[in-house]
């Protein structure tokens, strides 16, 4: 492999993840302004105008916190884990495609790389994110960040599960592991005007995937383990300034994770319609898929400032009893319409 | 180049390996387990085999490890003790697992001729090929290992089942 194609690969990494992490920040900044609203009252407001400087006054402080390590910690895994949550959490930007298939001097612009298995890979990686939530609540060495660990990590691989087969009918009817396929196979209209998005003929994968997603990202409805009032913190209770930080960028991360794999999957990534000159062309692409993105967005922080949240032997039952039964009947279906089809 | 990417992968297995024997806390040998199965999900997709690689860190790596870190916890599997009970099987057990090793090393490079060597990228594996051949020419063995899967779901539930 050439020096200059790895030299560009590592500029293309190091721009999506300070676009990523600023996403982050702002999404914080987004949930307590949506949220407060929501609230009838009005969220930051004091630093910047409108509160637009809140992430940085955050940063700050995080930054400058005491580091406590609590006595009895397995101080190696204690330390780790922070960095593995968020590890994992940032290595599945490295297979979405952000945008079309446009090739500037050799090297793709719009996905730092496409995989044969880019979905699979995505799997992979949050299977993996697992560890880091698992880790710290045990090394922490105390009852609330067992628990808090051992329940969210239990909830994360049930609804892994769910998650992926709710993938599978994507996948039959787009043929491809690859996320940019996946996104090519959606492109058209049926009817002249409906788009060909997998929402539509995928309507209950859609929501069932979308249901998952928040249980495994641990966002309310299905945040018991983090819930203040039942497990202090649950996991991340012992943990201080930038490990508590690299936590929270990490849920958040997960969050645009699965909200931009909603988009590629399910709504067609990039596509909608082009329109004025050249340049503006090579951008809408981008434009809209930053506002399905943040339309998912929205939805998490709409849902989280609406509903209550599942107790936790509700919240398992859910995830075994109704989404798996229901994945794996759209899964039944999707086959069997495929095979009828193609017979 | 890949020879170093070999190298560096088969390594990694190989200490990870000896640290899970090593270590004495369970948690860190598990650890190290995880590590040994990233090293070999390397090595496939380094062999072209990339669907073998992604479902063996999805499923030995992200749900066996899994499970065996919350029965470490749960059962709050502390260091073993060490027993230092004898230093012959210490000074001559070493030497003798290194020799074996060598012996083995040497007769394997004395059988297999370089070209009979496995390359790097020689069983690429379309994942579209890896269904095809699962579902049409190894149908049977994939219903029996699935029969097996559930034989062994049902034994769970009814070993924890409560005594009512």
């Known amino acids: 492999m050439a020096l ?49 400087l809140q992430p940085l006054a955050d940063a700050i402080k995080l930054l400058t916190k005491e ?37 500037a001097g050799g090297i793709e612009l719009f996905q730092i790389s496409d995989l044969d298995i880019g979905l699979l890979f995505v799997l992979s990686v949050s299977s993996m994110g697992v560890y880091g939530i698992v880790l710290a609540g045990w090394s922490s060495n105390s009852k609330y960040s067992l628990l808090g660990g051992l329940r969210s990590s239990a909830q994360m691989i049930s609804y892994e599960l769910a998650i992926g087969l709710s993938l599978v009918g994507v996948l039959l009817l787009s043929g491809s592991l690859s996320l940019r396929s996946i996104v090519e196979s959606q492109s058209g209209a049926y009817w002249g005007f409906v788009p060909r998005w997998n929402v539509f003929p995928q309507f209950v994968a859609f929501l069932c995937y979308l249901t998952a997603a928040i249980a495994e990202t641990n966002r309310l409805p299905f945040d018991l383990p983090e819930a203040e009032t039942e497990l202090v913190a649950g996991y991340h209770t012992e943990y201080s300034s930038m490990k508590f930080a690299m936590f929270f960028l990490a849920e958040y991360a997960n969050m645009v994770t699965v909200s931009c794999l909603a988009t590629v999957l399910f709504l067609g990534g990039w596509q909608g319609p082009l329109f004025g000159p050249d340049w503006l062309q090579m951008i809408l692409p981008l434009l809209w898929f930053s506002l399905k993105v943040l339309g998912f967005l929205f939805l998490y922080v709409w849902i989280r400032g609406t509903l209550p ?35 | 180049m890949y020879p170093v990417f070999f190298f560096i992968f088969a390594g990694a297995a190989i200490a990870f390996a000896v640290n899970l024997l090593i270590q004495r806390h369970p948690i860190y040998s598990a650890l190290s387990l995880i590590g040994v199965m990233a090293s070999l999900a390397s090595l496939y997709l380094m062999l072209g085999a990339e669907f073998i690689a992604a479902v063996q860190v999805i499923v030995y790596a992200g749900a066996i490890m899994v499970l065996f870190v919350f029965v470490i916890m749960l059962l709050n599997a502390g260091e073993e003790e060490r027993t230092h009970r004898s230093r012959l099987v210490r000074h ?25 060597m496995v390359r790097f990228g020689d069983f690429p594996g379309q994942t579209a090929s890896i269904g095809l051949r699962l579902f049409l020419d190894y149908l049977l063995p994939f219903e029996v290992v699935s029969i097996l899967i559930l034989v062994a779901i049902i034994g769970a539930v009814v070993l924890a ?3 009512s």
Do not use: C
Request: aromatic letters at 12%.
């Open chain 2, 161 to 163: 089942q409560k005594e």
């Open chain 1, 4 to 52: 200059a194609a790895l030299i560009y690969i590592l500029i293309k990494i190091m721009i999506v993840l300070l676009v990523l992490l600023t996403v982050v920040a702002y999404a914080v900044w987004f949930e307590r302004k949506v949220v407060a609203r929501m609230q009838s009252r009005w969220g930051p407001t004091r630093v910047g105008p409108h509160g637009l």
């Open chain 1, 67 to 103: 580091d406590i390590t609590p006595a009895g910690a397995f101080r190696l895994i204690y330390l780790a884990a922070p960095g593995l949550a968020l590890i994992t959490a940032l290595m599945a930007f490295a297979v979405i495609p952000f945008g079309p298939s446009v090739q």
């Open chain 1, 309 to 343: 949240r599942f107790r936790y032997d509700q919240l398992m039952a859910f995830g075994w009893k109704v989404l798996v039964p229901v994945a794996l009947a759209n899964l039944v279906g999707t086959s069997l319409w495929i095979a009828l089809k193609y017979r």
């Open chain 2, 92 to 116: 001559i057990g070493a030497p003798l697992i290194v020799m074996l090793l060598g012996l083995i090393t040497s007769v394997i490079y004395r059988e297999f001729p370089e070209d009979a």
